[in-house]
């Protein structure tokens, strides 16, 4: 890009944003975007009493490699182009032409195939047949950046809007009702169950969040490490007490609890009962070096867990020494593992503290009813069984175990920013394009995009609304990963093809010395990425079990709509920006400007 073209194609010759973090920075944040409190105990394994024949371990440590090959994929990608926006920069920069076209077509082509089971199950048919209309014709108007930019905004913008009323329900069942619970306000625990509180707890969220990202980059930096050092504190306080503790210890503990707390008596032998009941069988023990059939059933549930350590990759604009692959890659990989073991380590000790039984049990009677299972029984006691909750009974203290379960807060707060941060920076860049209002990508003082922070907030407050008021739209919470996954796809398949697709550029860059055999790491990457992300995606959309696709009209109908809209938005910005003389395809046959 000469400097004499930039300001006839870019809004300016730099973003504005600023280099707010260091390396560190960007390893907390992908830490605690694989988060094993907020989203490991809660997301997968929450899960782990659906396939009880499968184990655990050995689906955490399959996860964690195949995530290691996205790790090298994104850490190789931003290593050639480190600009704010991430996927949508490369995906609009490498997926032209051929790969474009090929690309679109594959998209396209899912969408048809679920609307086409839509047509099936007989559902929304007028709707179903308009996406697939619209999807059809807007499909030839895709030209350079089309395809980047449909697959960018749905998994960073539309969908991210979905994740605030996620992240109110997790907030909601490891923060507000074990807290309330402990400290025996029954009527506001009661109260953030109805659909009244699951709306106020998601504008706490969204407003929470949109404080911290409007701190910028430096700001939200201090947060996240406080919160990362008092969360490894109280986790290794939990871990201790789950090691010192029996299983006969804590069963003594949690039926005094659930005595004293919900006046339910024998609570334990009756979970387990109970769910025994539900599902005619008692869930099986672990065996922790054993490789059970439904073990790679696992798997896709850890993806719903485990599969952001490439978070902050929309960020690297802001990150300094972000062109160093290495350093990119160790802090990627460092969050990846890290929590890994830390999950290793705490399912034995919940299985040697809790019984393996009981967790399994104690977790499904919670998820069959959270997700609306047919004819499942009531929770034994009225909140989920927050690991770090069931851990602090093992201390006969209420201020102790209130001090335990505040404290475990921090988890939560150290990862509440990535709600809006990353998708924040895909907005900016998209606006930066032209393809956007050009009020999206300004800046304030701080370095924050605002008006694209405002773009994000608006939708998560309408479908937190959707969320709390209408029963059927939690199950769609689940389409959050698959879009997101999708994706990611994208970018796999931009850096399989980078280094014969744009030679020169991939050829100037630091990670041009990188190979195996004499092919491209990079390409070797995003190959593999590539194959685990279609098998998870096929997983997901083909097998009931996941919730997401066959069987899941709603769904698939939800997913039609999202890309659908992508698509309009796209069409309707390039015939926009013809009538001003503005190509946008020009534009993205630059690399934008840092």
Do not use: C
């Not at 929304?124 to 999807?135: K, P, R, T």
């Not at 059970?292 to 802001?318: D, Q, R």
């Not at 698959?482 to 100037?508: D, Q, R």
């Amino acid at each position: 890009m000469t400097s004499g073209s930039a300001p006839s194609l870019f809004l300016r010759n730099a973003t504005g944003l600023v280099k707010g973090w260091s390396g560190f920075d960007a390893f907390i944040y992908s830490f605690m975007s694989v988060n094993l409190v907020t989203l490991g105990m809660f997301y997968s394994f929450l899960t782990f009493g659906w396939v009880p024949d499968g184990s655990p371990i050995a689906a955490i440590v399959i996860s964690a490699i195949a995530v290691t090959f996205l790790a090298i994929t994104y850490a190789g990608l931003i290593a050639v182009m480190p600009r704010a926006g991430g996927d949508y920069v490369w995906q609009s920069r490498v997926l032209d032409g051929i790969p474009g076209a090929v690309s679109g077509a594959v998209v396209f082509g899912i969408g048809a195939f679920l609307v086409a089971q839509a047509l099936a199950l007989g559902d929304a048919v007028a709707l179903a047949a308009g996406a697939v209309g619209v999807a059809g014709g807007a499909l030839l108007g895709l030209r350079r950046g089309g395809i980047g930019f449909v697959l960018a905004a749905t998994g960073w913008w539309f969908i991210l809007a979905l994740w605030a009323p996620i992240y109110g329900a997790i907030l909601t069942v490891e923060f507000v009702q074990p807290v309330t619970a402990l400290a025996g306000l029954e009527s506001v625990s009661s109260f953030f169950g109805t659909p009244d509180g699951v709306f106020t707890i998601s504008l706490i969220v969204i407003a929470l969040v949109t404080g911290l990202v409007a701190l910028g980059m430096a700001g939200y930096a201090r947060i996240q490490r406080a919160s990362l050092y008092v969360g490894l504190a109280v986790l290794a306080v939990v871990f201790v007490l789950m090691l010192v503790s029996s299983q006969a210890d804590f069963q003594r503990a949690f039926d005094r609890e659930a005595s004293s707390l919900f006046g339910v008596a024998n609570a334990y032998q009756t979970t387990i009962d109970t769910t025994a009941t539900f599902y005619g069988a008692p869930f099986q023990g672990l065996d922790p070096l054993g490789f059970g059939p439904g073990t790679l059933a696992l798997v896709p549930f850890m993806f719903f867990w485990i599969l952001y350590p490439n978070w902050g990759a929309t960020l690297y604009g802001e990150v300094r020494g972000a062109g160093d692959f290495r350093k990119v890659l160790n802090g990627m990989l460092g969050g990846i593992w890290v929590t890994a073991v830390l999950a290793v380590v705490f399912v034995l000790l919940a299985a040697k503290t809790f019984g393996w039984e009981f967790f399994q049990a104690t977790n499904a009677n919670f998820a069959d009813t959270f997700y609306g299972v047919a004819d499942a029984p009531a929770p034994i006691i009225p909140v989920w069984g927050y690991p770090p909750l069931l851990a602090s009974f093992l201390v006969d203290s209420r201020i102790i175990q209130l001090v335990i379960v505040v404290l475990f807060g921090a988890w939560f707060l150290g990862w509440a920013g990535t709600l809006f941060l990353s998708s924040t920076r895909m907005i900016f860049a998209a606006a930066f394009d032209r393809i956007l209002p050009e009020a999206a990508a300004r800046v304030s003082d701080r370095g924050v995009p605002m008006v694209a922070l405002l773009l994000i907030m608006v939708p998560s407050v309408v479908l937190s609304w959707f969320y709390a008021y209408n029963a059927d739209f939690v199950g769609l919470t689940l389409d959050a990963t698959l879009v997101i996954a999708v994706t990611f796809l994208g970018s796999a398949v931009a850096a399989t093809i980078l280094p014969y697709w744009k030679k020169e550029l991939y050829a100037n860059s630091p990670l041009a010395r990188y190979s195996i055999g004499g092919l491209p790491l990079i390409s070797l990457a995003g190959g593999v990425t590539t194959v685990i992300l279609v098998w998870v995606l096929v997983e997901w959309l083909t097998n009931s079990l996941y919730g997401i696709g066959v069987g899941n009209t709603q769904s698939i109908i939800f997913l039609g709509i999202l890309y659908g809209a992508a698509v309009v938005l796209y069409v309707v910005a390039r015939l926009y920006r013809r009538a001003q003389g503005i190509d946008l395809e020009a534009i993205h046959a630059e690399i934008p400007a840092e």
